[in-house]
T-cell receptor, first 111, second 113 residues
């Protein structure tokens, strides 16, 4: 089993749609969780950290389920500018300075 | 403006040559990292440094070397021993003791001809 696993997609959705991505991780001792966004041929940018209680930032909501070892990202009212690859990132439980990166889920929002 | 800079954006080298990629940050972050990204693969950690004059190998350190003489700077040398050096190289930094949130520079695309 991969350490961090994501559905690669692509997810093709119309503008205004709601879309959800899931990500599973293998190490139950991992402590930190993030969603990053990466545009084509650009660097990853932090979208949001994921907290145990769940958190929301505008149209974006992240959830953590420790029991099932997955995190999710919900995007409401999708915009064309949301088209990107979304990377699920989990801290290495044995080393807090290291992060383990998923391969990403590709999202295309269509007019 | 605080941030991380990497130069150059594109770099072309002949096979067998060593090349050094620059990474500078003015965020006052303690930790710095080098990653490599290849098509269809996730980010892979090459080296990281938590403090000046100290660094650790990541998952794919073979064929690479680094130095951390100043807090702001973490250059990466791609040596001729690296078998497949053509890739997108990303430098990142984080605040020591944070929840490991890492912030990235714009990257350097290295092509070895």
């Amino acid at each position: 089993r991969k350490e961090v696993e994501q559905d690669p997609g692509p997810f093709n959705v119309p503008e205004g749609a709601t879309v959800a991505f899931n990500c599973t991780y293998s190490n139950s001792a991992s402590q930190s969780f993030f969603w990053y966004r990466q545009d084509c041929r650009k660097e990853p940018k932090l979208l949001m950290s994921v907290y145990s209680s769940g958190n929301e930032d505008g149209r974006f909501t992240a959830q953590l389920n420790r029991a099932s070892q997955y995190i999710s990202l919900l995007i409401r009212d999708s915009k064309l500018s949301d088209s990107a690859t979304y990377l699920c990132v989990v801290s290495d439980a044995g080393n807090n300075r290291k992060l383990i990166w998923g391969l990403g889920t590709s999202l295309a929002v269509n007019p | 403006d605080g941030g991380i800079t990497q130069s150059p954006k594109y770099l072309f080298r002949k096979e067998g040559q060593n090349v050094t990629l620059s990474c500078e940050q003015n965020l006052n972050h303690d930790a710095m990292y080098w990653y490599r990204q290849d098509p269809g693969q996730g980010l892979r950690l090459i080296y990281y440094s938590q403090i000046v004059n100290d660094f650790q190998k990541g998952d794919i350190a073979e064929g690479y070397s680094v130095s951390r003489e100043k807090k702001e700077s973490f250059p990466l040398t791609v040596t001729s021993a690296q078998k497949n050096p053509t890739a997108f190289y990303l430098c990142a930094s984080s605040i020591f003791g944070s929840q490991d949130t890492q912030y990235f520079g714009p990257g350097t695309r290295l092509t070895v001809l």
